[in-house]
C-alpha cells in the first residue's frame, strides 16, 4: 500500500488491487515496525508516540525550535534519522504542554496577533520547515495541538474568524517554503465534550492544497470517529477517482470517476444523522435517481432510464449501521461518471 497526493485536503491511498481509498485526518502507513523494534524505537526517544510508530508514523511533540539551546535541532535530526531507518514518517506537532500559563489570553494572543506573537509563531515553525524541506521522510507538521478559544466567549466565531486565518496563515507559510509536505490542522477544542467529541464542527473548508485534517479521538469506538469526521467523503473507488468536493453551504457531495467493474464495491461515508436529517438523494450519471428518508430500511429507486440503469440501481446500497453507500459493482461504463448526494426534500 502506498501513499499518492490526494484531492484538496484528502490522502488518495492505491492497494495492491488498484482501488482508490480517502483518508482524511492521518496517513495511512507503508509499512508497520514489528512490535520489538517499534518499542526500542520509543525507548530510544520518548517523544515518539507508540501509537503512531506502531502504524508507520512518529510524531514529534515540541515544534518551536530554541536558539539558546544548540543540541535541540540536533535531537530532532536523531529523531527523523531514526524513524527513517525504522521506516517511519515523521510528522512535528506544535503544543503547549511546558509553557504555564497557557490559557485563554495566550491563545487570544496568537489570534490577533497580540505583541506579534504570531509573527514569532510563524518564524519558529520557519526554522523547521527550512531545515527539512528536503528530507522526503518529514510528512508534515500539525500546527496548532488542540487549539482552544482565546477571550472571545463565541467558540462558533472564534473557529471561523480567528483559529482558522491563523492556521491558513501558517499553512501559506509552509508551503511558501516547502510545497511538497502537508500542513495538519484540527478543530477547535472544547473543555467539555458533547458525546461525539470534544470539538466545534468546521462548517467552513479549509481552502488550501496538501492539507489533513486531523483531529484527536480520545476513542476507538469507530461509530463515534465516524460522525465526528462527518464530512461526506468517498471511502473506497473501484475506478479512477477524479475529482471529489462537499458543498457546506447546499450540503452536496459530487465524485467524479471512472468507473472500473473488476475492481469490486465503492463506499462512499454519507453522514445522513448530520447533514441530511430528512434524508438524501443519489443520482448516479444522468439516468439514475435514488433516495433515503429516516426510518426507510433501504434506498428507493426514483428513476432508472433503461435495463442497465435498472440493473446498477438494484445493486446500490444503504447501511445505516456504519452509514455507508456501497456500489457492490459497476454495471455502467463511462469515461467519465459523477455520483451525486444532496438533500432530500422534506416530505408533504
Known amino acids: 500500500m502506498t501513499n499518492r497526493p490526494g484531492n484538496g485536503n484528502a490522502l488518495t491511498v492505491v492497494n495492491k488491487t488498484n482501488r482508490r481509498l480517502t483518508s482524511v485526518g492521518s496517513a495511512k502507513p507503508n509499512t508497520c515496525l514489528p512490535i520489538s523494534n517499534q518499542t526500542r524505537l ?49 510528522v512535528f ?51 496548532l495541538n488542540e487549539p482552544q478559544r482565546g477571550l472571545d466567549p463565541d467558540e462558533e466565531r472564534c473557529c471561523s474568524e480567528q483559529r482558522l486565518p491563523t492556521l491558513r496563515r501558517l499553512a501559506d507559510a509552509l508551503h511558501a517554503i516547502s510545497p511538497s509536505q502537508w500542513a495538519l490542522y484540527q478543530p477547535l477544542y472544547k473543555v467539555i465534550g458533547t458525546g461525539e467529541g470534544p470539538f466545534l464542527p468546521m462548517p467552513e473548508p479549509f481552502g488550501r492544497e496538501r492539507v489533513v485534517y486531523a483531529p484527536h479521538l480520545y476513542s476507538m469506538d469507530l461509530a463515534m470517529m465516524n460522525k465526528t469526521l462527518a464530512r ?99 454495471i455502467i461504463s463511462a469515461p467519465r461518471l459523477t455520483v451525486r448526494i444532496s438533500p432530500q426534500p422534506k416530505r408533504p
Open 42 to 90: 520509543a525507548r530510544q526517544n520518548r517523544a515518539i508516540d507508540d501509537r503512531h510508530a506502531i502504524c508507520g508514523m512518529q510524531q514529534v511533540r515540541d515544534a518551536e525550535a530554541d536558539d539558546g539551546d544548540p543540541t535541540y535541532v540536533t535531537q530532532l535530526d536523531d529523531m527523523v534519522r531514526m524513524g527513517r531507518e525504522a521506516g517511519l514518517q515523521t
Open 93 to 143: 506537532k506544535l503544543v503547549v504542554y511546558d509553557l504555564r500559563p497557557f490559557g485563554d489570553a495566550q491563545w487570544d494572543a496568537i489570534y490577533q496577533n497580540t505583541d506579534g506573537t504570531q509573527d514569532a509563531l510563524v518564524a519558529a515553525w520557519s526554522k523547521l520547515w527550512i531545515r527539512y524541506k528536503d528530507e522526503p521522510s518529514v510528512f508534515g507538521y500539525d500546527l
Open 232 to 330: 461526506p467523503r468517498p471511502l473506497v473507488i473501484a475506478g479512477h477517482l477524479q475529482r471529489y468536493g462537499f458543498d457546506f453551504t447546499t450540503r452536496t457531495l459530487e465524485v467524479s470517476l471512472s468507473p472500473d467493474a473488476t475492481l469490486g464495491s465503492t463506499e462512499i461515508f454519507v453522514s445522513a444523522d448530520r447533514f441530511y436529517p430528512d434524508g438524501f438523494r443519489v443520482e448516479v450519471g444522468s439516468g439514475i435517481g435514488l433516495s433515503w428518508a429516516p426510518g426507510d430500511a433501504q434506498l428507493h429507486t426514483v428513476n432508472a432510464a433503461g435495463g442497465t440503469d435498472r440493473e446498477q440501481a438494484g445493486i446500490i446500497q444503504w447501511n445505516a449501521d456504519s452509514l455507508h453507500l456501497v456500489i457492490k459493482k459497476w
